[in-house]
Protein backbone atom coordinates (compact mmCIF):
# COMPACT_ATOMS: atom_id res chain seq x y z
CA UNK A 1 0.00 0.00 0.00
CA UNK A 2 1.37 3.17 -1.34
CA UNK A 3 1.61 6.28 1.62
CA UNK A 4 -1.20 8.19 -0.36
CA UNK A 5 -3.29 5.45 0.61
CA UNK A 6 -2.26 4.88 4.05
CA UNK A 7 -3.10 8.61 4.51
CA UNK A 8 -6.63 8.27 3.04
CA UNK A 9 -7.49 5.19 4.73
CA UNK A 10 -6.31 6.98 8.00
CA UNK A 11 -8.04 9.96 7.12
CA UNK A 12 -11.24 7.44 6.33
CA UNK A 13 -10.96 6.11 9.77
CA UNK A 14 -10.51 9.32 11.48
CA UNK A 15 -13.59 10.90 9.83
CA UNK A 16 -16.51 8.83 9.35
CA UNK A 17 -18.14 9.69 5.89
CA UNK A 18 -21.70 9.70 7.17
CA UNK A 19 -21.36 12.59 9.70
CA UNK A 20 -18.29 14.51 8.09
CA UNK A 21 -18.84 18.13 8.34
CA UNK A 22 -16.10 18.43 5.78
CA UNK A 23 -17.77 16.47 3.40
CA UNK A 24 -21.56 18.01 3.91
CA UNK A 25 -19.21 21.30 3.31
CA UNK A 26 -17.89 20.12 0.15
CA UNK A 27 -20.91 19.27 -1.37
CA UNK A 28 -22.49 23.05 0.07
CA UNK A 29 -19.56 24.17 -1.97
CA UNK A 30 -18.14 22.94 -4.80
CA UNK A 31 -14.44 25.29 -4.18
CA UNK A 32 -14.61 23.67 -1.12
CA UNK A 33 -11.61 20.97 -2.25
CA UNK A 34 -9.71 23.54 -3.84
CA UNK A 35 -9.80 25.90 -0.64
CA UNK A 36 -8.41 22.56 1.91
CA UNK A 37 -5.28 23.07 -0.61
CA UNK A 38 -4.27 27.10 0.83
CA UNK A 39 -6.15 26.36 4.12
CA UNK A 40 -3.57 22.99 4.85
CA UNK A 41 -0.83 25.30 3.71
CA UNK A 42 -1.58 27.98 6.55
CA UNK A 43 -2.64 25.22 9.22
CA UNK A 44 1.14 23.33 8.75
CA UNK A 45 2.78 26.73 8.91
CA UNK A 46 0.73 27.79 11.77
CA UNK A 47 1.42 24.23 13.84
CA UNK A 48 5.35 24.94 13.19
CA UNK A 49 5.18 28.14 14.70
CA UNK A 50 7.31 29.13 17.41
CA UNK A 51 6.47 31.59 19.95
CA UNK A 52 9.25 34.09 18.82
CA UNK A 53 8.36 33.77 15.14
CA UNK A 54 4.41 33.85 16.21
CA UNK A 55 5.34 37.70 17.93
CA UNK A 56 7.59 38.65 14.85
CA UNK A 57 5.22 37.95 12.68
CA UNK A 58 1.64 39.11 14.13
CA UNK A 59 3.32 42.19 16.48
CA UNK A 60 0.65 44.20 15.39
CA UNK A 61 -1.84 41.65 16.76
CA UNK A 62 -0.57 41.53 19.97
CA UNK A 63 -0.52 45.37 20.28
CA UNK A 64 -4.22 45.66 18.82
CA UNK A 65 -5.85 42.73 21.12
CA UNK A 66 -3.16 44.20 24.15
CA UNK A 67 -5.21 47.78 23.76
CA UNK A 68 -8.44 46.48 23.31
CA UNK A 69 -7.90 44.32 26.56
CA UNK A 70 -7.34 47.10 28.92
CA UNK A 71 -11.01 47.91 28.52
CA UNK A 72 -10.91 45.36 31.38
CA UNK A 73 -8.54 47.39 34.01
CA UNK A 74 -11.76 49.60 34.27
CA UNK A 75 -13.91 46.99 35.44
CA UNK A 76 -11.61 45.49 38.03
CA UNK A 77 -10.49 48.59 39.65
CA UNK A 78 -14.22 49.82 40.04
CA UNK A 79 -15.00 46.55 42.13
CA UNK A 80 -12.33 46.67 44.36
CA UNK A 81 -12.71 50.08 44.78
CA UNK A 82 -16.68 49.90 45.71
CA UNK A 83 -15.60 47.00 48.24
CA UNK A 84 -13.21 49.26 49.62
CA UNK A 85 -15.72 52.25 50.06
CA UNK A 86 -17.64 50.70 53.07
CA UNK A 87 -15.15 50.96 55.20
CA UNK A 88 -14.36 54.71 54.56
CA UNK A 89 -15.76 57.32 57.02
CA UNK A 90 -16.44 59.84 54.33
CA UNK A 91 -18.77 57.11 52.05
CA UNK A 92 -20.53 56.20 55.15
CA UNK A 93 -21.39 59.73 56.01
CA UNK A 94 -22.65 60.73 52.10
CA UNK A 95 -24.64 57.83 51.21
CA UNK A 96 -25.10 55.99 54.79
CA UNK A 97 -28.61 55.95 56.83
CA UNK A 98 -28.50 57.68 59.79
CA UNK A 99 -28.94 55.47 63.05
CA UNK A 100 -29.85 56.11 66.71
CA UNK A 101 -26.71 57.17 68.16
CA UNK A 102 -26.25 59.68 65.43
CA UNK A 103 -23.39 57.95 63.39
CA UNK A 104 -24.55 57.22 59.61
CA UNK A 105 -24.05 53.62 58.11
CA UNK A 106 -24.60 51.66 54.94
CA UNK A 107 -27.06 48.79 56.11
CA UNK A 108 -25.88 45.05 54.66
CA UNK A 109 -28.84 45.09 52.25
CA UNK A 110 -27.68 48.21 50.49
CA UNK A 111 -23.67 46.79 50.88
CA UNK A 112 -25.34 43.57 49.01
CA UNK A 113 -27.23 45.64 46.32
CA UNK A 114 -24.67 48.20 45.47
CA UNK A 115 -22.29 44.84 44.58
CA UNK A 116 -24.51 42.78 43.26
CA UNK A 117 -25.99 45.70 41.27
CA UNK A 118 -23.02 46.00 39.15
CA UNK A 119 -23.20 42.24 38.71
CA UNK A 120 -26.83 42.28 37.51
CA UNK A 121 -25.56 45.40 35.08
CA UNK A 122 -22.86 43.04 33.96
CA UNK A 123 -25.53 40.11 33.27
CA UNK A 124 -27.72 42.36 30.94
CA UNK A 125 -24.13 43.58 29.00
CA UNK A 126 -23.49 40.44 28.32
CA UNK A 127 -26.89 39.59 26.64
CA UNK A 128 -27.13 42.52 24.94
CA UNK A 129 -23.28 41.47 23.34
CA UNK A 130 -23.97 38.57 22.18
CA UNK A 131 -27.39 40.29 20.69
CA UNK A 132 -25.34 42.83 18.89
CA UNK A 133 -21.37 41.76 18.27
CA UNK A 134 -21.89 38.91 15.38
CA UNK A 135 -24.05 41.66 13.44
CA UNK A 136 -21.93 45.11 13.87
CA UNK A 137 -18.90 43.67 15.17
CA UNK A 138 -16.45 43.59 17.73
CA UNK A 139 -14.92 47.43 16.90
CA UNK A 140 -18.40 49.11 16.79
CA UNK A 141 -19.94 47.18 19.73
CA UNK A 142 -16.81 48.06 21.79
CA UNK A 143 -16.42 51.76 20.71
CA UNK A 144 -21.07 51.90 21.76
CA UNK A 145 -19.90 50.60 25.28
CA UNK A 146 -16.77 53.25 25.94
CA UNK A 147 -19.31 55.79 24.99
CA UNK A 148 -21.71 54.71 27.01
CA UNK A 149 -19.17 53.99 30.22
CA UNK A 150 -18.19 57.87 29.46
CA UNK A 151 -21.69 59.39 30.24
CA UNK A 152 -22.52 56.87 33.22
CA UNK A 153 -19.53 57.47 35.24
CA UNK A 154 -20.71 60.86 35.49
CA UNK A 155 -23.72 59.27 37.83
CA UNK A 156 -20.94 57.58 40.25
CA UNK A 157 -19.57 60.85 40.52
CA UNK A 158 -22.29 62.78 41.01
CA UNK A 159 -25.20 60.82 42.52
CA UNK A 160 -26.70 62.51 45.75
CA UNK A 161 -27.94 59.23 47.39
CA UNK A 162 -27.11 56.13 47.58
CA UNK A 163 -30.22 55.05 45.35
CA UNK A 164 -29.11 56.91 42.03
CA UNK A 165 -25.28 55.35 43.14
CA UNK A 166 -27.62 51.53 42.68
CA UNK A 167 -28.37 53.02 39.12
CA UNK A 168 -24.89 54.05 38.41
CA UNK A 169 -23.31 50.72 39.31
CA UNK A 170 -25.88 48.87 37.71
CA UNK A 171 -25.61 50.88 34.40
CA UNK A 172 -21.90 50.73 34.68
CA UNK A 173 -22.18 47.33 34.57
CA UNK A 174 -23.54 46.83 30.73
CA UNK A 175 -20.45 48.06 29.28
CA UNK A 176 -18.37 46.47 31.73
CA UNK A 177 -20.07 43.03 30.57
CA UNK A 178 -19.71 44.21 26.61
CA UNK A 179 -15.82 44.46 27.66
CA UNK A 180 -15.74 40.89 28.85
CA UNK A 181 -17.17 39.33 25.77
CA UNK A 182 -15.24 41.74 23.30
CA UNK A 183 -11.79 41.35 24.61
CA UNK A 184 -11.85 37.65 24.86
CA UNK A 185 -13.53 36.80 21.49
CA UNK A 186 -11.43 39.43 19.67
CA UNK A 187 -7.80 37.95 21.61
CA UNK A 188 -8.94 34.63 20.33
CA UNK A 189 -9.55 35.39 16.89
CA UNK A 190 -6.35 38.04 15.91
CA UNK A 191 -3.59 35.68 16.88
CA UNK A 192 -2.26 32.35 15.89
CA UNK A 193 -2.85 29.20 17.67
CA UNK A 194 0.98 29.66 19.00
CA UNK A 195 0.16 33.36 20.57
CA UNK A 196 -3.68 32.20 21.59
CA UNK A 197 -3.18 31.41 24.96
CA UNK A 198 -1.03 34.32 26.00
CA UNK A 199 -3.45 36.81 24.32
CA UNK A 200 -6.40 35.51 26.22
CA UNK A 201 -4.90 34.91 29.48
CA UNK A 202 -3.60 38.39 29.22
CA UNK A 203 -7.60 39.56 29.69
CA UNK A 204 -6.90 38.03 33.57
CA UNK A 205 -3.77 40.12 34.15
CA UNK A 206 -5.83 43.72 33.35
CA UNK A 207 -8.40 42.40 35.70
CA UNK A 208 -5.57 42.21 37.92
CA UNK A 209 -4.21 45.74 36.95
CA UNK A 210 -7.24 47.65 37.56
CA UNK A 211 -7.58 46.00 41.18
CA UNK A 212 -4.27 46.67 41.61
CA UNK A 213 -4.65 50.32 40.48
CA UNK A 214 -7.75 50.98 42.85
CA UNK A 215 -5.75 49.58 45.69
CA UNK A 216 -2.95 52.22 45.14
CA UNK A 217 -5.30 55.09 45.00
CA UNK A 218 -7.23 54.33 47.71
CA UNK A 219 -4.06 54.06 50.01
CA UNK A 220 -3.40 57.46 48.62
CA UNK A 221 -6.64 59.08 49.47
CA UNK A 222 -6.57 57.54 52.87
CA UNK A 223 -5.59 60.26 54.61
CA UNK A 224 -8.08 63.08 53.13
CA UNK A 225 -10.94 63.55 55.45
CA UNK A 226 -13.20 65.31 52.95
CA UNK A 227 -15.50 63.85 50.21
CA UNK A 228 -12.73 63.66 47.37
CA UNK A 229 -11.63 60.85 49.78
CA UNK A 230 -14.12 58.74 47.73
CA UNK A 231 -15.28 61.16 44.25
CA UNK A 232 -11.42 61.78 43.27
CA UNK A 233 -11.35 57.71 42.87
CA UNK A 234 -14.51 58.04 40.87
CA UNK A 235 -13.36 60.69 38.53
CA UNK A 236 -10.13 58.39 37.96
CA UNK A 237 -12.40 56.35 35.51
CA UNK A 238 -12.29 58.83 32.85
CA UNK A 239 -8.71 58.54 32.54
CA UNK A 240 -9.24 55.31 30.02
CA UNK A 241 -12.00 55.88 27.90
CA UNK A 242 -10.90 58.85 25.20
CA UNK A 243 -7.70 56.77 24.51
CA UNK A 244 -9.00 53.65 24.39
CA UNK A 245 -12.00 54.97 22.03
CA UNK A 246 -9.30 56.30 19.85
CA UNK A 247 -7.10 53.03 19.88
CA UNK A 248 -10.46 50.92 19.26
CA UNK A 249 -11.54 53.37 16.45
CA UNK A 250 -8.16 52.51 14.70
CA UNK A 251 -7.66 48.79 15.07
CA UNK A 252 -8.78 46.42 12.30
CA UNK A 253 -12.02 43.93 12.75
CA UNK A 254 -11.43 40.15 13.33
CA UNK A 255 -11.04 38.86 10.19
CA UNK A 256 -12.66 35.70 11.54
CA UNK A 257 -15.62 38.02 11.90
CA UNK A 258 -15.33 39.39 8.42
CA UNK A 259 -15.40 36.07 7.02
CA UNK A 260 -18.43 34.70 8.65
CA UNK A 261 -19.93 37.80 6.61
CA UNK A 262 -18.47 36.85 3.31
CA UNK A 263 -16.28 39.96 3.18
CA UNK A 264 -13.28 38.23 2.25
CA UNK A 265 -11.48 41.23 0.32
CA UNK A 266 -12.16 43.52 4.05
CA UNK A 267 -10.73 39.91 6.21
CA UNK A 268 -7.75 39.93 4.10
CA UNK A 269 -6.97 43.65 4.74
CA UNK A 270 -7.33 43.20 8.63
CA UNK A 271 -4.90 40.13 8.42
CA UNK A 272 -2.51 42.54 6.81
CA UNK A 273 -3.13 45.02 9.27
CA UNK A 274 -2.49 42.36 12.19
CA UNK A 275 0.73 40.84 10.54
CA UNK A 276 4.67 42.48 10.04
CA UNK A 277 5.68 42.69 5.98
CA UNK A 278 8.68 40.54 4.98
CA UNK A 279 8.28 37.63 5.93
CA UNK A 280 8.34 34.89 3.16
CA UNK A 281 6.64 31.84 5.06
CA UNK A 282 3.29 33.77 5.59
CA UNK A 283 0.42 33.78 2.75
CA UNK A 284 -2.05 36.34 3.38
CA UNK A 285 -4.52 34.32 0.65
CA UNK A 286 -4.21 30.74 2.23
CA UNK A 287 -5.05 32.22 6.15
CA UNK A 288 -8.03 33.70 4.51
CA UNK A 289 -8.52 30.27 3.04
CA UNK A 290 -8.16 28.23 6.43
CA UNK A 291 -10.38 31.05 7.88
CA UNK A 292 -12.87 29.91 4.87
CA UNK A 293 -12.19 26.57 5.81
CA UNK A 294 -13.20 26.40 9.36
CA UNK A 295 -16.09 28.76 8.49
CA UNK A 296 -17.29 26.35 5.80
CA UNK A 297 -17.33 23.25 8.29
CA UNK A 298 -19.06 25.23 11.26
CA UNK A 299 -21.55 25.85 8.74
CA UNK A 300 -22.59 22.25 8.50
CA UNK A 301 -21.94 21.32 11.77
CA UNK A 302 -24.70 24.52 13.19
CA UNK A 303 -28.47 25.26 12.05
CA UNK A 304 -28.18 28.38 13.13
CA UNK A 305 -25.90 31.18 14.95
CA UNK A 306 -28.22 31.88 17.97
CA UNK A 307 -28.45 31.39 21.53
CA UNK A 308 -30.93 28.13 20.88
CA UNK A 309 -28.04 26.35 18.81
CA UNK A 310 -25.65 26.50 21.90
CA UNK A 311 -27.64 23.73 23.20
CA UNK A 312 -27.97 21.73 20.57
CA UNK A 313 -26.04 19.20 18.91
CA UNK A 314 -22.42 19.25 19.30
CA UNK A 315 -22.54 23.00 20.48
CA UNK A 316 -24.39 21.56 23.78
CA UNK A 317 -21.27 20.11 24.93
CA UNK A 318 -19.09 22.73 23.86
CA UNK A 319 -21.03 25.19 25.79
CA UNK A 320 -21.45 22.76 28.87
CA UNK A 321 -17.34 23.14 28.89
CA UNK A 322 -17.34 26.95 29.00
CA UNK A 323 -19.60 27.97 30.97
CA UNK A 324 -18.55 24.99 33.83
CA UNK A 325 -14.69 25.98 33.48
CA UNK A 326 -15.93 29.53 34.37
CA UNK A 327 -18.09 28.46 36.66
CA UNK A 328 -15.42 26.28 38.54
CA UNK A 329 -13.44 29.38 39.06
CA UNK A 330 -15.88 30.95 40.49
CA UNK A 331 -16.45 28.29 42.90
CA UNK A 332 -12.89 26.98 43.67
CA UNK A 333 -12.41 29.09 46.72
CA UNK A 334 -11.69 32.69 45.12
CA UNK A 335 -14.42 34.63 46.63
CA UNK A 336 -12.32 34.07 50.22
CA UNK A 337 -9.52 35.65 48.48
CA UNK A 338 -10.67 39.17 49.19
CA UNK A 339 -10.37 38.67 53.10
CA UNK A 340 -6.74 37.81 53.46
CA UNK A 341 -6.47 41.17 55.25
CA UNK A 342 -9.68 40.62 57.35
CA UNK A 343 -7.57 38.10 59.07
CA UNK A 344 -4.28 39.72 58.95
CA UNK A 345 -6.60 42.76 61.02
CA UNK A 346 -7.71 40.05 63.24
CA UNK A 347 -4.02 39.40 63.73
CA UNK A 348 -2.95 43.00 64.69
CA UNK A 349 -2.60 44.91 61.84
CA UNK A 350 -3.40 48.14 61.01
CA UNK A 351 -5.30 49.38 57.96
CA UNK A 352 -2.84 51.42 56.74
CA UNK A 353 -0.98 48.07 56.85
CA UNK A 354 -3.99 46.18 55.60
CA UNK A 355 -4.08 48.07 52.24
CA UNK A 356 -0.30 47.82 51.97
CA UNK A 357 -1.10 44.20 52.25
CA UNK A 358 -3.64 44.32 49.25
CA UNK A 359 -1.59 45.38 46.99
CA UNK A 360 1.02 42.90 47.93
CA UNK A 361 -1.42 40.57 47.10
CA UNK A 362 -2.36 41.71 43.56
CA UNK A 363 0.79 42.24 43.00
CA UNK A 364 1.47 38.53 43.51
CA UNK A 365 -1.84 37.93 41.15
CA UNK A 366 0.29 39.56 38.33
CA UNK A 367 2.89 37.56 38.60
CA UNK A 368 1.06 34.34 38.83
CA UNK A 369 -0.52 35.03 35.38
CA UNK A 370 2.77 35.64 34.01
CA UNK A 371 3.78 32.40 35.28
CA UNK A 372 0.91 31.02 33.66
CA UNK A 373 2.29 31.84 30.75
CA UNK A 374 5.31 29.03 31.16
CA UNK A 375 3.18 26.69 32.83
CA UNK A 376 1.17 26.28 30.18
CA UNK A 377 3.44 25.99 27.34
CA UNK A 378 4.89 23.10 29.87
CA UNK A 379 1.71 21.55 30.40
CA UNK A 380 -1.36 22.44 28.67
CA UNK A 381 -4.70 24.07 29.79
CA UNK A 382 -6.24 20.74 30.63
CA UNK A 383 -3.65 19.95 33.23
CA UNK A 384 -2.69 22.95 34.28
CA UNK A 385 -6.89 23.85 35.51
CA UNK A 386 -6.87 20.82 36.91
CA UNK A 387 -3.55 20.99 39.36
CA UNK A 388 -4.45 24.00 39.95
CA UNK A 389 -7.79 22.47 41.23
CA UNK A 390 -6.13 20.47 43.50
CA UNK A 391 -3.59 22.86 44.91
CA UNK A 392 -6.57 25.30 45.94
CA UNK A 393 -8.45 21.93 47.23
CA UNK A 394 -5.70 21.68 49.41
CA UNK A 395 -4.91 24.91 50.97
CA UNK A 396 -8.83 25.24 51.47
CA UNK A 397 -8.81 22.13 53.62
CA UNK A 398 -5.64 23.10 55.70
CA UNK A 399 -7.66 26.99 56.07
CA UNK A 400 -10.18 25.26 58.10
CA UNK A 401 -8.42 22.83 60.21
CA UNK A 402 -6.76 25.80 61.23
CA UNK A 403 -9.65 27.42 61.86
CA UNK A 404 -10.95 24.77 64.40
CA UNK A 405 -7.49 25.42 66.38
CA UNK A 406 -8.32 28.61 69.14
CA UNK A 407 -8.05 31.72 67.12
CA UNK A 408 -5.07 33.90 68.65
CA UNK A 409 -2.99 36.51 66.50
CA UNK A 410 -0.86 33.54 65.17
CA UNK A 411 -3.60 31.86 63.53
CA UNK A 412 -4.78 34.88 61.68
CA UNK A 413 -1.39 35.02 60.51
CA UNK A 414 -1.65 31.78 59.25
CA UNK A 415 -4.85 31.59 57.59
CA UNK A 416 -3.84 35.04 56.11
CA UNK A 417 -0.71 33.82 54.80
CA UNK A 418 -2.53 30.47 53.29
CA UNK A 419 -5.19 32.57 51.53
CA UNK A 420 -2.16 34.96 49.62
CA UNK A 421 -0.52 32.08 48.48
CA UNK A 422 -4.09 30.64 47.29
CA UNK A 423 -4.26 34.00 45.24
CA UNK A 424 -0.69 32.83 43.45
CA UNK A 425 -1.81 29.90 42.94
CA UNK A 426 -5.24 30.73 41.24
CA UNK A 427 -3.80 33.18 39.08
CA UNK A 428 -0.77 31.13 37.91
CA UNK A 429 -3.66 28.45 37.34
CA UNK A 430 -7.13 28.78 37.20
CA UNK A 431 -7.62 32.38 37.10
CA UNK A 432 -5.76 32.92 33.54
CA UNK A 433 -6.50 29.58 32.34
CA UNK A 434 -10.13 29.58 32.32
CA UNK A 435 -9.74 32.54 30.05
CA UNK A 436 -7.92 30.69 27.14
CA UNK A 437 -10.03 27.31 27.18
CA UNK A 438 -13.17 29.20 27.26
CA UNK A 439 -12.13 31.27 23.78
CA UNK A 440 -10.67 28.39 22.13
CA UNK A 441 -13.49 25.46 23.09
CA UNK A 442 -16.48 27.07 21.61
CA UNK A 443 -16.83 27.21 17.49
CA UNK A 444 -16.02 30.33 15.54
CA UNK A 445 -19.63 31.22 14.84
CA UNK A 446 -20.89 30.66 18.50
CA UNK A 447 -18.31 32.21 20.44
CA UNK A 448 -19.17 35.05 21.51
CA UNK A 449 -22.45 33.81 22.39
CA UNK A 450 -20.79 30.68 24.55
CA UNK A 451 -18.56 33.27 26.01
CA UNK A 452 -21.72 35.29 27.13
CA UNK A 453 -23.84 32.70 28.93
CA UNK A 454 -20.44 30.98 30.42
CA UNK A 455 -19.49 34.75 31.89
CA UNK A 456 -23.37 34.93 32.80
CA UNK A 457 -22.91 31.85 34.81
CA UNK A 458 -19.83 32.78 36.38
CA UNK A 459 -21.84 36.02 37.72
CA UNK A 460 -24.12 34.48 38.91
CA UNK A 461 -22.31 32.50 40.88
CA UNK A 462 -20.27 35.49 42.17
CA UNK A 463 -23.40 37.08 43.45
CA UNK A 464 -24.31 33.73 45.31
CA UNK A 465 -20.73 34.09 47.09
CA UNK A 466 -21.29 37.46 47.73
CA UNK A 467 -23.96 36.48 49.84
CA UNK A 468 -22.58 33.60 51.24
CA UNK A 469 -19.06 35.02 52.15
CA UNK A 470 -20.14 37.78 53.69
CA UNK A 471 -22.48 35.16 56.38
CA UNK A 472 -19.23 32.96 57.08
CA UNK A 473 -17.00 35.93 57.70
CA UNK A 474 -19.26 38.19 59.44
CA UNK A 475 -19.16 37.63 63.44
CA UNK A 476 -22.17 36.06 65.06
CA UNK A 477 -25.37 37.17 65.76
CA UNK A 478 -25.37 39.13 62.36
CA UNK A 479 -23.65 36.64 60.42
CA UNK A 480 -22.54 32.78 61.04
CA UNK A 481 -18.95 33.48 62.43
CA UNK A 482 -17.55 30.53 60.25
CA UNK A 483 -13.91 32.54 59.29
CA UNK A 484 -11.58 29.97 58.36
CA UNK A 485 -14.13 27.11 58.96
CA UNK A 486 -15.24 28.13 55.14
CA UNK A 487 -12.54 26.42 53.51
CA UNK A 488 -14.14 23.61 54.38
CA UNK A 489 -17.52 24.68 52.39
CA UNK A 490 -15.72 25.88 49.47
CA UNK A 491 -13.16 22.70 49.84
CA UNK A 492 -16.08 20.55 49.22
CA UNK A 493 -16.61 22.79 45.54
CA UNK A 494 -13.53 22.59 44.83
CA UNK A 495 -13.33 18.91 44.86
CA UNK A 496 -16.77 18.97 42.54
CA UNK A 497 -15.64 21.40 40.44
CA UNK A 498 -11.97 18.49 40.21
CA UNK A 499 -14.14 15.54 39.68
CA UNK A 500 -16.34 17.49 36.48
CA UNK A 501 -12.41 18.89 35.21
CA UNK A 502 -11.26 15.10 35.24
CA UNK A 503 -14.00 13.27 33.46
CA UNK A 504 -15.08 16.62 30.89
CA UNK A 505 -12.74 18.84 30.24
CA UNK A 506 -10.63 18.13 27.09
CA UNK A 507 -7.37 19.91 25.98
CA UNK A 508 -7.24 22.12 23.33
CA UNK A 509 -3.84 22.83 23.21
CA UNK A 510 -2.00 23.24 19.89
CA UNK A 511 -5.54 22.68 18.20
CA UNK A 512 -6.91 24.59 15.00
CA UNK A 513 -10.26 25.47 15.41
CA UNK A 514 -10.83 23.23 12.46
CA UNK A 515 -9.63 20.36 14.53
CA UNK A 516 -11.59 21.16 17.26
CA UNK A 517 -14.43 21.36 15.41
CA UNK A 518 -13.76 17.38 13.70
CA UNK A 519 -13.15 16.28 17.71
CA UNK A 520 -16.31 17.37 19.08
CA UNK A 521 -18.42 16.15 15.99
CA UNK A 522 -16.49 12.67 16.58
CA UNK A 523 -17.53 13.03 20.27
CA UNK A 524 -14.08 12.12 21.40
CA UNK A 525 -13.97 11.72 25.14
CA UNK A 526 -11.89 14.70 27.04
CA UNK A 527 -8.95 12.44 28.62
CA UNK A 528 -8.16 11.17 25.00
CA UNK A 529 -8.79 15.28 23.19
CA UNK A 530 -4.96 15.70 23.39
CA UNK A 531 -3.87 11.92 21.91
CA UNK A 532 -6.21 11.38 18.67
CA UNK A 533 -4.67 11.95 15.93
CA UNK A 534 -6.82 14.39 13.85
CA UNK A 535 -6.25 14.65 9.59
CA UNK A 536 -8.69 17.26 8.65
CA UNK A 537 -6.53 17.53 5.03
CA UNK A 538 -6.59 15.29 2.72
CA UNK A 539 -7.11 16.08 -0.91
CA UNK A 540 -7.18 13.02 -3.47
CA UNK A 541 -9.67 11.27 -1.04
CA UNK A 542 -11.32 13.90 -0.15
CA UNK A 543 -11.76 15.14 -3.88
CA UNK A 544 -12.93 11.89 -4.78
CA UNK A 545 -15.34 11.40 -1.89
CA UNK A 546 -16.51 15.16 -2.64
CA UNK A 547 -17.49 14.31 -6.20
CA UNK A 548 -19.98 11.41 -5.51
CA UNK A 549 -21.52 13.41 -2.75
CA UNK A 550 -22.30 15.74 -4.96
CA UNK A 551 -23.41 14.01 -7.80
CA UNK A 552 -25.62 12.29 -5.29
CA UNK A 553 -26.89 15.71 -3.97
CA UNK A 554 -27.61 16.58 -7.91
CA UNK A 555 -29.71 13.44 -8.02
CA UNK A 556 -31.85 13.81 -5.42
CA UNK A 557 -32.79 17.66 -5.72
CA UNK A 558 -33.56 16.50 -9.74
CA UNK A 559 -35.72 13.92 -8.08
CA UNK A 560 -37.79 16.28 -5.95
CA UNK A 561 -38.30 18.44 -8.59
CA UNK A 562 -39.53 16.24 -10.90
Known amino acids: MSGQEANADQVAAAIPFDESAIRRAAIANPEFVDLSFAAKAATDNERSMTLLQGIKLYPKAVGWSMLLSTCIVMEGYDLVLLGSFYALPQFQAKYGFLQPDGTKVIPARWKSGLSDGQQVGEILGLAICGLISERLGYRRTMLIALTLITGFIFILFFSPNVQVLLVGEILCGIPWGIFQTITTAYAS???????????????????????????????????RTDVWAYRIPFALQWF???????????????????IRHDRLEEAKKALLRLTSQGDESFNADETIAMISYTNQIEKQMAEGTTYAQCFRGVDRRRTEIACLTWLSQAMCGSAIQ?????????????????????????????????????????FGRRTLYVGGLCVQFTILMVVGFVSLAPQTATTGWATGSLILISTFVYDCTIGSV??????????????????????????MGGIINNVLVNFMITPKPSGWGWDGKAGFFYGGLCLLCILWCYFRLPEPNGRSYA??????????????????????????????????????AEHQEFAEKK
Open 338 to 378: GFSTYFYQQAGLTSTGAFDLSLGQYALGIVGTLGSWFLMSW
Open 240 to 258: WPVPLIIGVFLAPESPWWL
Open 189 to 223: EVAPVVLRPYLTTYVNMCWVFGQFIASGVLRGVLT
Open 434 to 459: CYAIVAEISSTCLKGKTIVLARNLYL
Open 515 to 552: ELDVLFERKISARKFAKTNVDIFNPNELEVETEKLIHV
